[in-house]
């Protein structure tokens, strides 16, 4: 009886699921997700708190609202804590559940452009020597001539930042609520909870702390070589818009050249007055941080432009010039490039649309470019990970790091102007490149490669053996033993699920790479370069490593166990790196 009413409830699921995915831009999409595994709550705690103890937490940054000091210790969500449920149709789309009116914003233009708010402290750390299999380099060579011209930012999703309350990892917001199936008074037990990852975990800070995790964020970023972030604006007041206030002012502290380019969240922002949203750019747009292209216009780029008529966003152009004596440089991202392109082409400096997060599909990206192109337009290319939304029911096979491969690919070879890595940190979509507890810097770090390659126009050079190893830590049609009802369908258009471990080798010449996964262990001879080697996916831990004349080189451990029967579904791919520690 059990076995058939867990199929029976899967089949309803996956039916109910692609009904809901069918449609790119149709339907309500959301992000957020995971909660730890219930039967592995002390196996979570035990590794946070060595993160939080070996010093490790220093790595990433933090940044949330819990208005109350003392909810840290309790159950309770804080009444104003940012539940952001995307209300967008397509995969990723960004959002939040319960957007305020639309009125003007606050004054918070001396919080925008403030330098360095008091008691604020930088602990942002710099790339360690040897994580990458080539030299980085400096952010000058990225940043001047044509390298300087080929630009590259994250989408930041401000309900994420690094910490929540500035509490340890062991017990703080997301371990407590957010990746616990029973969190926030249950409210997200459905489907298994909000989350399935969550920022590296950082150690709590003295004075202004959500302020200098911001910096850390920044500062994580351009070690990697991203010249800035594209800032989902979901609401005009409130926490999101305090932490995006304040996110330009950590971005002019940390770097003047890192900048931050303006998205509205159309899927959020509830006005259809163009005066307040014009307002609202102008409050940010006055941060010296806000992406401008040399002439100086004010770079415009909003989520789901087609939200509203082009009549209307040329109403907001119009009174950013007229009331602010702001000109505009429009470059609308859309969830339907095809349809929309034609009637935006006259206000438009460029496009981007949000893109599709498997491997397979990807030669559209080839049409986008080159129709954006012959309109004279530039073009913004969507690079992803993977994308898997638990409150959705939905998730894409990224195929390991198939589809981070496959997407940089195209942005250099489809000649791409820009880039935007979707996503910097919303992890209720599983799409996250900053460095997070199941992933380390290993995304991040595969990034900065295609990253030089895409500014500069050559292939860095291979100084150092690397592996990077990816696997899930379980099956794809793994049905979840817990409370789960919702369980995640594949949405159509997406490659189909497999369940494989991958071996991504960067060496600088050939070598044997010795593999164990669960009791299966061998080997296989890895080229010079770049090789990825597909292993079938089995109970236990996997680890490789290079292997020369006998002599073991460097080596790589996923610590996270596959299992065949699970509490909870997670189709993330979990990853890591030779190249860290972490």
């Not at 930042?161 to 917001?173: K, T, V």
């Not at 002019?252 to 969240?265: C, E, G, N, Q, T």
């Not at 991958?502 to 669960?518: D, I, K, P, Q």
Request: include cysteine; proline fraction near 7%.
């Amino acid at each position: 009886m059990t076995a058939d009413r867990r199929t029976d409830r899967r089949a309803r699921h996956r039916a109910g699921g692609r009904a809901q995915g069918a449609g790119r831009a149709a339907g309500p999409v959301s992000h957020r997700r995971r909660p730890a595994f219930r039967g592995r709550r002390p196996l979570l705690a035990t590794l946070l708190s060595a993160f939080f103890l070996v010093g490790v937490c220093a790595a990433t940054g933090i940044a949330w609202d819990p208005s109350d000091a003392g909810s840290v210790q309790g159950a309770a969500a804080p009444g104003d804590l940012p539940v952001a449920t995307a209300t967008g149709g397509s995969p990723g789309v960004p959002g939040e559940a319960a957007p305020s009116p639309a009125p003007p914003p606050a004054p918070t233009k001396g919080a925008a452009a403030k330098g360095n708010p008091e008691n604020a402290v930088d602990s942002g750390a710099e790339r360690p020597t040897g994580a990458l299999p080539f030299d980085m380099p400096a952010p000058a060579a990225l940043r001047s001539g044509g390298a300087g011209k080929k630009l590259v930012f994250a989408h930041y999703f401000t309900p994420y930042p690094l910490s929540l309350d500035n509490a340890a990892a062991d017990r703080d917001y997301y371990t407590r609520n957010y990746l616990n199936p029973d969190g926030e008074s249950g409210k997200h037990g459905r489907y298994g909870g909000l989350l399935r990852d969550r920022p590296l975990p950082v150690t709590p800070k003295s004075g202004d702390w959500e302020y200098a995790n911001l910096q850390q964020e920044v500062r994580t970023a351009r070690a990697a070589g991203i010249d800035g972030f594209t800032l989902d604006l979901l609401s005009l007041s409130g926490k999101n818009w305090d932490r995006s206030n304040l996110l330009m002012a950590a971005a002019r502290s940390v770097d003047p050249a890192f900048k931050i380019m303006l998205m509205p969240d159309m899927t959020s922002l509830k006005t259809d007055d163009p005066a307040v949203l014009a307002e609202a750019i102008a409050t940010l747009a006055d941060a010296s941080a806000a992406h401008r292209l040399p002439d100086g216009r004010l770079v415009v780029s909003p989520f789901k432009a087609e939200e509203k008529s082009v009549a209307w966003w040329t109403e907001v152009i119009a009174l950013l010039k007229s009331e602010h004596d702001i000109r505009t440089a429009f470059v609308p991202l859309f969830l339907d490039f095809g349809a929309h392109s034609d009637e935006f082409a006259r206000i438009s400096h460029g496009f981007s649309e949000w893109g599709s997060r498997s491997y397979v599909g990807q030669e559209s990206s080839t049409r986008d470019v080159r129709r954006a192109h012959d309109m004279g337009k530039i073009w913004m290319q969507p690079v992803s990970v993977q994308d898997a939304r638990p409150n959705q029911g939905i998730y894409d096979e990224a195929g390991n790091t198939a589809t981070l491969r496959s997407t940089w690919t195209h942005a250099i070879e489809d000649g791409a102007d820009w880039v935007q890595l979707t996503t910097w940190n919303d992890y209720s979509e599983g799409s996250q490149f900053a460095p997070s507890l199941h992933n380390g810097h290993a995304y991040l770090d595969l990034t900065s490669y295609y990253l030089t390659k895409f500014k500069t126009g050559s292939w860095p050079k291979i100084v150092r053996d690397t592996l990077y190893l990816s696997a899930r830590t379980q099956f794809a049609d793994a049905d979840p033993t817990g409370d789960q009802s919702l369980v995640m369908s594949l949405r159509k258009g997406s490659a189909p699920p497999r369940d494989k471990v991958e071996v991504l080798s960067f060496l600088t010449g050939a070598g044997t790479v010795r593999t164990t996964v669960g009791t299966a262990q061998g080997g296989y001879e890895a080229p010079a370069g770049i090789h990825a080697q597909l292993l079938p996916l089995t109970a236990g831990t996997s680890s490789a490593q290079v292997v020369r004349d006998g002599k073991g080189g460097v080596k790589v451990d996923l610590p996270y166990r596959v299992d065949h029967k699970v509490e909870v579904q997670d189709l993330q791919y979990y990853a890591a790196t030779s190249g860290r520690e972490q």
